[in-house]
């Protein structure tokens, strides 16, 4: 494998030193643990720039999208002015500052050792989600996984390579999707599908995922359970009425599906005793935030800081919409879909923060 250095590497670099000044530090591992890399499946909470080099309309590598990168005016594919979900995880288990995105063509063997995002934007525990959506799949994902294994066992060995396989912390995020947008804003789910129905097929591909990863040699995952989804600005202008209350019908799907994925991971741990699975509870979170903005330091908990806030997401929010918001710091949501990054840091503590200690 090729790696050469480039002005995007040196422009990531100096991105990296002015994060580390001041976003969240590590958290002390139990019993002096390090964590050798982090890898990530998801979708665009996850995402660090997977979808710039596919052909998808799910793209956000353009500004206002990282105006709050690095040193600010930095669009890198990430779905938020700034860093998402995926960043600040790697820095709470002290792997690094940023999480590069795994088809970055500029990646350096030390991205790859300490791990790489495989998260794509728009894609779902479905397979019909990522076909609608032109995006990787989470099975696409995986066998991107397997590809990466042997890169670094090329470069490092079989030996080492297993190492940093069986000691790093996997995350999940995914989900989202396939509620707020296969079910919800599509027929060719309801057709055959209730909502209990629907979540029972979203666990077993999510079951079969889990199974497919430890046998990839992944003993330390995180899940991510689905958010509050019905209370995401988008959620609201499409299912809440005049009023753009919260829609109900998303939040109990949401709902639902958590308890049947808090279940299957259960009786995975109990069936593969060396693994440590962990449920990440993101529903409960971000509830308190949208209930509560005040509390945590926000004023506006039901718009996106791009354009109206109301529906902008993507391609949708660009230099040319309507307005942006002169501080996104008093928004959770930086679109009508993701928060920003200071929701996203606080979330990250909120989810994160009790359960490190569960993955060793």
């Known amino acids: 494998m090729k790696l050469l250095l480039s002005p995007f590497v040196t422009l990531f670099c100096l991105a990296t030193i002015l994060i580390s000044l001041h976003y969240c530090n590590a958290v002390n591992l139990p019993n002096n643990e390090t964590v050798p890399a982090l890898i990530v499946f998801g979708d665009s909470i996850v995402d660090s720039g997977n979808n710039n080099y596919i052909k998808t309309g799910f793209k956000c590598n353009f500004l206002p999208y990282g105006q709050d990168f690095g040193g600010g005016n930095q669009p890198t594919g990430r779905f938020s002015n700034g860093l998402v979900l995926s960043d600040i995880i790697a820095s709470k288990f002290g792997v690094k500052k940023l999480l590069p995105a795994y088809l970055d063509p ?12 495989f998260a794509s934007g728009g894609t779902g525990y479905d397979p019909l989600t990522s076909k609608l959506g032109s995006v990787i799949s989470l099975s696409d994902q995986l066998n991107m996984f397997k590809e990466y294994k042997n890169k670094i066992k090329e470069e490092v060995g079989e030996e080492r390579m297993k190492m940093i396989i069986s000691k790093s912390v996997y995350i999940i995020c995914i989900g989202s999707n396939d509620i707020a947008n296969t079910y919800a804003q599509t027929p060719y789910r309801r057709f055959n599908y209730d909502i209990p129905s629907y979540t029972d097929l979203l666990a077993s591909y999510s079951s079969n995922f889990l199974q497919e990863l430890y046998g990839l040699g992944a003993r330390r995952i995180g899940v991510i359970g689905m958010p509050y989804i019905g209370c995401v600005p988008s959620q609201r202008t499409l299912g809440g009425g ?7 019908f998303e939040n109990q799907a949401a709902n639902l599906f958590n308890s049947k994925l808090v279940f299957l991971m259960d009786s995975f741990e109990n069936k593969f005793s060396d693994t440590k699975l962990v449920y990440l509870d993101s529903y409960h979170p971000l509830m308190y935030l949208v209930q509560n903005p005040a509390k945590y330091g926000f004023d506006v908990a039901d718009r996106g800081c791009c354009g109206t806030g109301d529906l902008e997401v993507s391609i949708f929010c660009n230099q040319y919409s309507s307005s942006i918001c002169s501080n996104s710091s008093r928004y959770i949501f930086w679109d009508s879909y993701h928060p920003t990054q200071e ?9 994160i923060d009790d359960k490190i200690k569960d993955f060793f």
Do not use: F, I, P
Request: charged share 20%; proline share 0%.
């Open 106 to 117: 500029n990646l350096q063997l030390q991205d790859l050792l300490t791990g790489v995002s």
């Open 242 to 248: 005049r009023e753009r209350a919260c829609s109900d």
């Open 343 to 351: 929701a996203y840091n606080l979330l990250c503590s909120m989810v």
